[in-house]
């Protein structure tokens, strides 16, 4: 009996149920302490709440990017974080051009149109680049030499923006009529805040109905199920794995733009960090799975958000909120080691075997 | 000049040489069919002609135009339409998504709805599954699924691999009669099949395939007589 347990059960096993039980623990004992001590109101709360669903809902759009495409080229697109940064950073341009002329404080909604469009159709145009250039002559090749050669692109664009639009931060004009707050139902919220998760909603939604129903979206999903299948029902493959990055591209861009309007700035590197957050939401949900990577972001910005004050500063740590990254990726470590496929990843996990 | 002519065509996997020399042909209207053992190279011959592979050399020519050098959704456009071996439907597809995806060339919403009518009433099972999920039909359905995509688009030529591979004699049944009344439509179709009683039954002609290369054609009924495919597929 006690044999076919110990087979049963490796000793890596038992470490790891340790740790991740270790973790679970440290977390319900932080939230309690903190919830006693009650450095926090519940003003505090519904403000990080507010924040996380923001910044989540940023993750969010560029996690379906990375979702997508490894629908359709089982790949991880390591450069999808440049082509988020590429979108805002060249619109900052235009919307600098805008507020020193005056436009953006006479016209707000128009300009605000514009430097999406631009954004945009940047992202859109360095993610379709990218798969023609990079990835699309590796097709077929070991997986390793798409991963690395995505990583090559990765710094390829970095230094390409940085060596275009200079090393240093822009500062992103204010736009004057998303300063200041509204109250909804007693709840203070910032406009800013509010604008890009109603944007982002929008956004995914759009995107969720475009690859549910449209002609295309459908195409896209026969080709990340089957290839063959797809090319002898008449599908061209390469124009939707053309039409994926074109579909993740204009995701990061919109992207891009709304976190330009919380953070402000803009930057050669401003891609890698919201890019790994992205990846790691997207595996969080389940790679593959489009609906799972939207609530994978959601979630990774609540827990960033909510986490840091809610599990830490009951524990004594003095800047709990530093530690914001280090929860998001102790999160991805616990799901791959506990749920590999993530969230919503059964379907994947079946379609495999 | 066949409909359909695949003349004298090699393919290769990197160093297997896959098909030797291989050619054949369908007339208009006809039923041919490719009988052979595991791995002959039966699923080679309908990849190479639907250019999911490319021969090193020979043609493949529909009404005398060149095919060979076509990439698959270009020959699908040509009207050659290919049911692979063991289905492949889109399993997390809808039934009406896969059948969408079957007439994904043709955008012409009137012509589909046509085709999709003369589908449904093939299949009409297919139209009670509509809205359910691929993945969940059963294999008799699965296999009426594939088909019924294939013919969404009406094609020229039907090129079916292994229909029946997988199911219970009886739905084995259901699938030959299908094929006889889409014969009996004017449906052209190349058909390969382990099967090789049924298959010759249904067909005209029939082509021997053994290690890549045909070493046997001829009418259906004299193959069916033919000392070697008697004790080799017939099991006599
Ligand atoms: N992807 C591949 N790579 C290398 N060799 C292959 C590949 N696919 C098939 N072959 C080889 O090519 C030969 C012909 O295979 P093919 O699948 O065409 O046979 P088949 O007649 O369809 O057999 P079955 O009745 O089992 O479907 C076989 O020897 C097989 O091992
Ligand atoms: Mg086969």
Known sequence: MLQRIRERISPTDVVMWLIGGGLMFMVVWGSIATLIKGTYTTRHWIDFVIFGLAQGSVYALIATGYTMVYGVLRMINFAHGEVFMSGPYTAYFVAAYFYRNDFLEAQPILCLGVIFLVSMAVSVTIAFFLERIAYRPLRGAPRLIPLITAIGASFFLQYLFRGLYGSSFQAYPDIPMLEGHWVIAGIRILKFQAVVIVAAVMLMFALYSFVMKSRIGKAIRSVSEDKEASALMGIDVDKMISMTFVVGGAAAGAAGVLYAIMFKQVHFFMGFIPGIKAFTAAVLGGIGNIPGAMLGGIFLGLVESVGPSLFLDGLGIVAPYQLKDAIAFTMLVMVLIFRPTGFLGERLAVKKA | ?236
């Open chain 2, 1 to 236: 000049m066949a409909m359909l002519e695949v003349e004298g065509i090699h393919t290769y996997y990197g160093l297997i040489h896959a098909l030797k020399d291989v050619s054949v042909n369908v007339e208009e209207g006809e039923v041919v069919t490719i009988i052979g053992a595991n791995g002959a190279g039966k699923s080679t011959m309908l990849k190479t002609t639907s250019g999911l592979l490319k021969p090193r050399k020979g043609s493949i020519r529909l009404n005398d135009e060149e095919l060979t050098q076509l990439r698959p959704h270009k020959i699908v456009e040509k009207g050659v339409v290919q049911v692979p071996e063991g289905r492949r439907i889109f399993g997390t597809l809808t039934v009406m998504e896969n059948l969408d995806m079957g007439a994904f060339i043709c955008t012409n919403s009137q012509k589909n709805k046509k085709n999709l009518n003369r589908v449904l009433e093939l299949f009409p099972r297919l139209k009670e599954r509509s809205k359910q999920v691929a993945g969940t039909l059963s294999g008799g359905e699965q296999q009426m699924l594939a088909m019924g995509r294939a013919l969404m688009t009406n094609p020229k030529v039907l090129l079916l691999d292994e229909p029946s591979m997988g199911l219970a004699p009886v739905l084995v049944d259901d699938i030959f009669a299908t094929i006889r009344q889409l014969h009996d439509a004017g449906t052209t179709i190349l058909l390969v099949e382990q099967n090789a009683r049924l298959a010759l039954q249904v067909a005209s002609r029939g082509y021997v395939l053994q290690s890549g290369s045909v070493v046997l054609s001829d009418t259906a009924e004299n193959l069916e007589k033919n000392e070697m495919v008697r004790e080799a597929y017939l099991g006599e």
